[in-house]
């Protein structure tokens, strides 16, 4: 199906606004905006605007108007069809005055749209009279003649007929879906299907197939998991499979049966064959997974087996516990009876599926209301910003089964597992170590094995090195260790598959095989020939990337440290490629392009030829080694910066002006054959940054990384000296046609600063700048900047980067999203490290600059999926209003949940309170055992898990029948007898029971007792009052109790037993 153009629609749309006001006919606000649909194969689309105006899209042919000359840098996307031509229909003049929806269905030769419409309006209060209203239309569209016939129809259709659904080839023609019944037609068929016993015949006479259970299908969603199977979205939750039982095109019947039950959808669609996706407004839309399995139904004894089999993903190749790997903690309980519900019992020609939720995407709103307190972590001695990260936002989100509460959080804070003093830290590290790998070990479980633990933990002091092992405690081994610890170390790191530890001090390095050292080189005696100056140059920043590593020097030079996978020995080298004119380096990293396929060989055919594929290593301590391919990233003091090929150093892609921060990043080398083949004119336009160079404006640190996922794709990170980070986003851009030759001729004959090497330029790379708002920048020092960024790939099974210094901020790659996270409860960081062992699973150390060293574990309960970290505490109902008390750390709030009774127990309630007489008598036997679900209220006291887990309910107060809990507050009254002030909880209520009884509401007061534990003694009643008109409102005022009762304001007094009004006070409105 091709996929219209969004900006010439828009205009198309603008140009009907414009000219076409008189289409309006007068109104100025429609029900509902314009709906497009388009042909399943792509030739034309429709779009229903003004209710009754239908604008036909005629599609350009294949091959033609699709992206034109201006996207000749590829900034525009996906390929679009254009539209060619349009012509309008007056649905008017076709006698179809209220339409409901349209569609177009399969199997013909032109496109043809089917409109469902009513010939005369009706409603619920005249079904007796008038009903069966609707009609559905088909439409053959000849885009070319302008001409829509009309080929069939039918009529006699339920005025609550509401959605047309296209039935796939081979079938053909279209469901018409009601809230009671479901119809089938086509050009020679059709048949019904009765849903529940509000289902009639158009005569009555005509008996129709009935559904083997009752259900209400308005407000439904439905798409097609297979040809003949529609699965449908009730209003419930529940998910229905419909099933068209045909012979050869003619449906004969229609089945339906009960499926799974899943959160409360406001939309759903078909992604391919094996997966659809629930959107919901409620909950957390999700991404399910399904399969079909052959006769025969689904029982939810079996269920977790079936989803199992379709799982995919290995356990061990897991990187992080995404929505897509643990459910549990992202979606409700409600929401995983995906997995399991009551037994499908259904014909054994019914086809039976199972369904996995594969992601889901968190959802906050709506939002009813929300409170403030403190975490159960807070530091009580926090002061200034730190302070802000002891409070929590606690809000009411959801609706009936998708009801909850959203714990939301500014910033994260982490679970402290141990915490010890260490005064003048400058940097850790934690490094593996295993003696021997087997040859036969296959290298991705090596090179991704998160069980692994760390050996060791290296920390750097102002003039000296520790060293401790990390075994089940934390012990230091300095002495007994060949590790360098008489000065400060620069970095750590393992190289040749974690078989060796290489240190980094400013002077040297040295390669250990677990605690005693291999080799030990020094930097100034490695390169004699570079003559004095060079061997009073020191190190002062490392970058790590098996089996190299590159130094900055102090005197603005690089070099480079080749490691030698078969002896585990390392060489040094100054590469030539910085020995020119090109100044010196500001900032240089490595960047490993891992796996087999290197995502940058994309972007360029033939890199493979010039940065060649490692070969594993075969040999008995060896361990293969990744394919891949390693690049120099480096910037220099003009601002300009360039990507090399490692160890050969010929330049593949620059950048001028890096630090501009630039819209998008185009080689320098292909910008030049663009504008000489006059094809490069957009990028003047979207890559101008700031053009006013700031003096000593420097990029200082960079990284480059490419986290592990199926579609991941490269960051390039910059941090420039006034504390700006710039983030871009690698992308593959395939070069329009007219321009490949060219790139072609001026890449093999070479160019600026290329020599006589034919250097394979990554033509193909771009990259786009993404914004991080939500970090605020932060003034380097005078002095040498210390590395702020620390790239993690699992802490607690999430990956991203850590960025240290005064404003700390967790960075978090989701969905190839940067979530952007502060870390304010410790102040300023010094030093950050991953640790894994024993007593701290996938988790964290760092140092803060007061000098204490803490152990963490990233909190378990948080979603970071979103712009605050967030914890949804399922209810199964709906909350309304939430308040928190401080004193205990309790959160009282009122919830609703839906109840079934029977229909004469309801109406013998209503009478009761009119004091009528029970008319259930007259009812017959069917109606007195239907059951009508009715809300029932409750407040509910909850209490925040410490350990970070699933709140617990404390204790519950009950609402009588009828009865609705309209607020909830924590008081503060002063006790006029004993002349103390009480904190009590107050309810205010309103009895609903139509509009033959009299208003009215109770007001209670509640003590919570010390004893949290017992639920019996935490809550106790201490008063209780009926009042004339609901309690809408409380508010303790200066010792005093202020209600809202109706459409008075009372003032009370509160004596410790009883309520003394004190004022009335009407409203009173603004003239």
Known sequence: ???????????????????????????????????????????????????????????????????????????????????????????????????????????????????????????????????????????????????????????????????????????????????????????????????????????????????????????????????????????????????????????????????????????????????????????????????????????????????????????????????????????????????????????????????????SLINVGPLKDFSYGLRINADANATGIAKQSNYELVCCSGHGKNGSLCVLRQSIRPEVITEVELPGCKGIWTVYHKSTRSHNTDSSKLADDDDEYHAYLIISLEARTMVLETADLLSEVTESVDYYVQGKTLAAGNLFGRRRVIQVYERGA?????????????????????????????????????????????????????????????????????????????????????????????????????????????????????????????????????????????????????????????????????????????????????????????????????????HSRPFLFGVLSDGTILCYHAYLYESPDGTSKVEDSASAGGSVGLGTTNVSRLRNLRFVRVPLDAYSREETSNGSPRQQITIFKNIGNYQGFFLSGSRPAWVMVLRERLRVHPQLCDGSIVAFTVLHNVNCNHGLIYVTSQGVLKICQLPSGSNYDSYWPVQKIPLKATPHQVTYFAEKNLYPLIVSFPVLKPLNQVISLVDQDVNHQNEGQNMNSDDQNRFYPIDEFEVRIMEPEKSGGPWQTKATIPMQSSENALTVRMVTLLNTTSKENETLLAIGTAYVQGEDVAARGRILLFSLGKNTDNPQSLVSEVYSKELKGAISALASLQGHLLIASGPKIILHKWNGTELNGKELHPYWRHP
């Open 1 to 359: 199906m091709q996929r219209f153009q969004f900006s010439s629609m828009m205009i198309l749309f603008m140009d009907f606004g414009r000219e076409w006001l008189h289409l309006k006919r007068g109104r100025e606000q429609f029900a509902r905006g314009p709906v497009v649909k388009v042909d399943p194969q792509g030739r034309c689309g429709g779009a229903l605007v003004y209710d009754l105006q239908m604008i036909i899209l005629k599609a350009t042919q294949a091959g033609s108007g699709l992206v034109g000359d201006d996207d000749a840098l590829g900034f525009s996307g996906a390929v679009a069809a254009r539209v060619e031509s349009s012509y309008m229909i007056n649905l008017r003049d076709l006698d179809m005055r209220h339409v409901k929806d349209f569609t177009f269905v399969h199997g013909y030769i032109e496109p043809v749209m089917v409109i469902l419409h009513e010939r005369e309006l009706t409603w619920a209060g005249r079904v007796s009279w008038k009903h069966h209203t609707c009609m559905i239309s088909a439409l053959s569209i000849s885009t070319t003649l302008k001409q829509h016939p009309l080929i069939w129809s039918a009529a006699n259709l339920p005025h609550d007929a509401y959605k047309l659904l296209a039935v796939p080839s081979p079938i053909g023609g279209v469901l018409v879906i009601g809230a009671n019944t479901v119809h089938y037609h086509s050009q020679s068929a059709s048949c019904s299907l009765a849903l529940n016993s509000y289902a009639v015949s158009p005569d009555n006479s005509q008996e129709i197939l009935r559904s083997s259970f009752n259900v209400e299908l308005d407000s439904a969603n439905a798409t097609w998991l297979l040809s003949d199977v529609a699965l449908l979205s009730t209003k419930t939750g529940e998910l229905l499979l419909l099933t068209l039982v045909y012979d050869g095109r003619v449906v004969q019947r229609l089945d339906l049966s009960k499926s799974k039950a899943s959160v409360l959808s406001s939309g759903i669609t078909t992604i391919g064959n094996c997966l659809f996706f629930l959107a919901s407004r409620l909950g957390d839309s999700m991404l399910v997974q399904f399969s079909c399995g052959s006769g025969g139904s689904l029982l939810s004894s079996n269920l977790k087996e079936e989803v199992g089999d379709i799982e995919v993903d290995a356990p061990s190749k897991r990187l992080r516990r995404s929505p897509s790997d643990t459910l549990q903690d992202m979606v409700s309980g409600e929401e995983l009876s995906l997995f399991g519900s009551a037994p499908n019992r259904t014909e054994s020609a019914q086809k039976s599926f199972s369904f996995a939720v594969r992601d």
């Open 510 to 710: 040295r390669i250990l095989d677990g605690s005693f050292m291999t080799q030990d080189i020094t930097f100034g005696a490695s390169n004699s020939e570079s003559g004095s100056a060079s061997e009073s140059a020191i190190a002062l920043s490392v970058s790590i990337a098996d089996p190299f590593v590159l130094l900055r020097m102090s005197d603005g030079s690089v070099r480079l440290l080749i490691g030698d996978p078969i002896t585990c020995t390392i060489s040094v080298t100054s590469p030539a490629s910085f020995e020119s004119t090109k100044g010196s380096v500001s900032s240089c990293t490595l960047y490993h392009d891992k796996g087999p396929e290197p995502w940058l060989r994309k972007t360029s055919t033939d890199a493979w030829l010039s940065t060649g594929v490692g070969e594993a290593i075969d040999g008995t301590d060896g361990a293969a080694q990744d394919h891949g391919d390693i690049y120099c990233v480096v910037c220099f003091d003009n601002g300009n910066l360039e990507i090399f090929d490692v160890p050969n150093f010929n330049c593949v892609f620059s950048v001028e002006n890096f630090m501009s921060g630039k819209s998008h990043l185009v080689d320098a080398l292909m910008k030049e054959v663009l504008k000489d083949s006059k094809m490069g004119d957009r990028d003047g336009v979207v890559s101008q940054g700031r053009k006013e160079k700031v003096p000593d404006m420097k990029v200082v640190e960079l990284a480059m990384q490419r986290w592990s996922g199926q």
